[in-house]
């Protein structure tokens, strides 16, 4: 049984060239960066680098 997303779709994946490998990993992150995650409150990582962002320029 597959322990997250990444292990779930890509462990044991068969690729055969480095470029879907690379999109494969690139769709991952872009899901995995949109999710909300407990550690941040409930926001994504994209929501909360948004927020640094916005704190920093202040």
């Not at 941040?40 to 916005?54: H, I, V």
């Amino acid at each position: 049984m597959p322990k997250n997303i990444k292990e779930e779709r890509y462990h044991n994946s068969d690729v055969a060239h480095p470029k879907i490998l690379k999109n494969k990993i690139q769709i991952w992150n872009d899901e995995y960066n949109n999710l909300e995650h407990y550690g941040l409150n409930g926001k994504t990582p994209n929501e909360t680098l948004q927020l640094f962002k916005l704190k920093k320029v202040s």
